[in-house]
């Protein structure tokens, strides 16, 4: 049996080398584009502008195939989430979080993660595979067709969009699955497919630095850092990740970045920890960090109220004191803002992302190591309870 080549896993210029393999000109390969990404079309019969003979030659050895949706559910603020078939038991989730002048699609690019961070449930279940190129442009290619059926607004460019911005927050370290992450971000970005521009696709990271130079030479794209702590003892536990490229390093790989990034400031994440990366002598330990003179970055903050996952042993911060943190970081002239909890109801607010969690970390291990940090640096870590493991 001959396997089919999957027109969901190339770029705009691997496209037009795949054309170009068939004999055909460079044009053909822009009108195939249009059709897969701009009319959500998978059936060649149904491309009328192509000459029969390139049909016929693309039904034998190609296809377009996103990943198969095993569940769709909507929230009652509207915001809805597929869950996506990846084979082998995995299944990764795809967020639309439709606002007033906006829609935006938050994508995974990775089936569970390595970088194991204490507080998300995908970290929890560990790491099982990269998403090919297919399966991470796949989900944008099946949510705007999926909205616009459910609107009855017709497929094409003339249609009216229903996804306006992209930010690779799902489950998974986009920089960890580096090259198909790049593919399908310049699929996003190009005209005769979803033409979104630069300033409304991020990329959200927990900090791989060498990938981030490298983002800045590829596809500079909006960035997001998921920094969560304000010093390298605690981020060590927060996200693992920071004992291979600790703070300094990541602010100044944030720096360079930001000179070839769309916008001019970095947004830093951090995810409100009750009692224990929240208080005010935090948020002054990262003012100085992002003031420092040498690798200080222009920046926001987006503060996220942690959100519980079964079994996480950690607790969200008191809205008073998330309120507290902003008006530190503000009256220090760093524009702050407060992630607002989408989608509660259906389980889809950031990092309680899981696909079918089975937790295959030692999370008896980290808690000792927590408390080990509690004794150093006397942290009140409020209502951690014990965690079975
Ligand atoms: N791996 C990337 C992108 C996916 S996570 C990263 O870490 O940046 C998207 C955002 O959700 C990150 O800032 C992440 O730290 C945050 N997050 C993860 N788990 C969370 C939780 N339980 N509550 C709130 N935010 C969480
Ligand atoms: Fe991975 Fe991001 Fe979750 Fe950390 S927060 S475990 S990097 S998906």
Redesign the pocket.
């Known amino acids: 049996m001959t396997t089919l080549t999957n027109l969901l896993d190339f770029d705009p210029a691997q496209l037009v080398a795949y054309c170009a393999d068939l004999g055909e000109k460079p044009f053909r390969a822009k009108q195939l584009q249009r059709w897969i990404h701009q009319f959500g079309a998978s059936d060649f019969d149904s491309m009328t502008d192509l000459a029969k003979s390139l049909r016929e030659k693309l039904k034998s050895r190609a296809e377009v195939r996103a990943p198969a949706i095993v569940s769709d559910k909507t929230a009652s603020d509207g915001t809805r989430k597929w869950l996506v078939d990846v084979g082998n038991g995995n299944a990764v989730e795809t967020v639309f979080i439709p606002e007033e002048n906006r829609g935006t699609l938050c994508i995974s690019?990775q089936a569970g993660?390595a970088?194991n961070?204490r507080?998300?449930?995908?970290?929890k279940q560990g790491f099982n595979r990269n998403l090919t190129v297919a399966e991470i442009i796949g989900q944008l290619w099946m949510a705007e067709f999926e909205l616009r059926r459910t609107k009855g607004i017709e497929p094409g460019p003339k249609g009216e969009r229903q996804i306006t911005n992209v930010v690779?927050?799902?489950?998974?370290?986009?920089l960890l699955n580096y090259e198909p992450t790049v593919t399908a971000l310049k699929m996003m970005l190009d005209d005769n497919a979803y033409g979104l521009s630069r300033r409304r696709v991020t990329l959200?990271?927990?900090g791989v630095v060498p990938n981030i130079d490298k983002l800045s030479q590829d596809v500079p794209v909006a960035m997001?850092?998921?920094l969560?702590a304000s010093n390298d003892a605690l981020r060590d536990i927060l996200?693992p990740l920071n004992k291979k490229y600790p703070l300094r390093e990541l602010m100044a790989a944030c720096k360079r970045y930001l000179e070839f990034a769309p916008r001019d400031f970095i947004t830093f994440?951090y995810?409100m920890l009750d009692g224990f990366n929240d208080s005010d002598e935090h948020a002054r330990e990262l003012i100085a960090l992002v003031n420092d003179p040498v690798v200080g970055v222009n920046c926001k903050f987006n503060l996220?109220?942690?959100?519980?996952?079964p079994e996480?042993g950690?607790t969200?911060s008191k809205n008073p004191r998330i309120k507290a943190f902003a008006e530190v970081l503000m009256n220090a002239g760093i524009v702050t803002t407060v992630r607002k909890t989408r989608g509660d109801d259906i389980d889809a607010?950031?990092?309680?992302l899981a696909g079918e969690v089975k937790d295959r970390t030692r999370v008896a291990e980290r808690m000792e190591k927590m408390a080990e940090y509690q004794k150093k640096f006397g942290a009140d870590f409020g209502r951690i309870v014990e965690i079975p493991t």
């Open positions: 690019t993660c970088v961070c507080f998300c449930s995908t970290g690779m927050m799902g489950m998974g370290e986009p959200s990271t927990s997001a850092v998921s969560h996200v994440e995810c996220i109220p942690f959100n519980p996952f996480s950690l969200r607010a950031c990092g309680q």
